[in-house]
């Protein structure tokens, strides 16, 4: 299960995440913290019997206009994404359920989403690795890959396919766990091979547990059997391969021991409070609050929480009507740096709300003038927008 806290939750999709996300917890800056957030979180998985967890994310968010990353990566920082990388591992693992590093080998240097098309990654390959080595040597018990051409290491097959970057994945840094893909319907890999044939090509190149993903079905189920069988049959799959990815997988399936009990949930609120970077005069009473709506990426999807949601339980008389009665302006933005639309509709609503407030609950980078007061919550979780809220609301 996809569980990373913050804006990725399965578990929590209609009320949202009551764990920070990645860029909350590296800007705090607290490997215990996140390892105990990472206890917590996997506590629910096992609650729920779950045994792996795809999560964490691994990737240095090295560019702004990254569409399927941002506050999902602990930073840009190599070093400091490699050591919250490897408390999360902890935190997860110590509760009895796997974690998955990923999307090996880095997605953070992409300005496309792997879902809808094949990035090319052009980036330093070795600074983009260190998480994913530190994640190796933590004892991680899967790795999984991420669809993604990188040139310096096979110019000609996405890592999910390519021999040449799994071998790294094995012989350099030393992973003898789980490699899990990523999805396989995701057009990055379907679009050009089409389903059943990359599954029998990322298992040839030495992946051995096949995420087949939500738009799969049934269909697709049997698509990507029939293809392994025939692959088998033709000899362009060696049965060798087979049974060592299915040991892998068992291997993994007796580590799993879930424990729900014993980690202290307190810590994600205490994470979401830390994890908050404010400006000016951000104290407000009874405000106007428009929340600019932004389609979320594929990954996190729509999550039934937001920040209105969280003006209510603050704010008895707060109003979302933009005509306004004179109120005080709290604007909410969602990645406004790489959204031309929002940065507009900043610009227009400022001009009349010269005392606002503005809240950045994705990635912050991007500043309309004219505020008076600036928040980043570093994510767009259930407890990063109350912690917001709570806040402006000087509770």
Known sequence: MDEEGGDVTRLEARTGSSYPGALALGTVDDTGLTSDVAAALAADLAAAGITMNLAPVADMNTNPDNPVIGVRSFGFDPE??????????????????AACAKHFPGHGDTAVDSHLGLPVVEGDVEAALVPFRSAVAAGV???????????????DEPATLSPAVLRLLREELGFDGVVVTDALDMRAVSGSFGLGEAAARALAAGADALCLGQESGDSG??????????????????????????????????????????????????????????????????????????????????????????????????????????????????????????????????????????????LPGWRPEGATGYVATLGAGRVNLDAAAELLAGS
Do not use: C, K, N
């Not at 018990?141 to 110019?155: E, F, I, K």
């Open 80 to 97: 400091l994404v490699a050591r919250h990388v490897v408390a999360f591992v902890e935190g997860t693992q110590r509760q009895g359920v």
């Open 221 to 362: 189920v049997a698509e990507v059997h029939r293809a392994i069988l025939g692959a088998a049959a033709s000899g362009t799959l060696a049965a060798e391969r087979v049974e060592e990815a299915a040991a892998r997988v068992e291997a993994v399936v007796r580590w799993a021991a879930p424990d729900p009990a014993g980690p202290d949930r307190g810590a994600a609120a205490a994470a979401a409070r830390r994890g908050l970077r404010s400006e000016g005069d951000v104290h407000v009473d009874a405000p106007l609050v428009v929340e600019l709506d932004a389609e979320p990426s594929i990954a996190a999807g729509r999550v039934g929480y937001g920040f209105r949601d969280a003006a209510r339980r603050v704010w008895p008389d707060v109003s979302f009507d933009s005509g306004g009665d004179g109120r005080r302006l709290v604007l909410v933005l969602r990645d406004a740096g790489r959204r031309p639309e929002q940065q507009a509709a900043a610009r227009e609503l400022l001009a009349r709300h010269p005392r606002a407030v503005v809240v950045e609950t994705g």
């Open 141 to 155: 018990q899967a790795v999984m890959t991420g669809h993604l051409l990188v040139p310096r290491l096979d110019r």
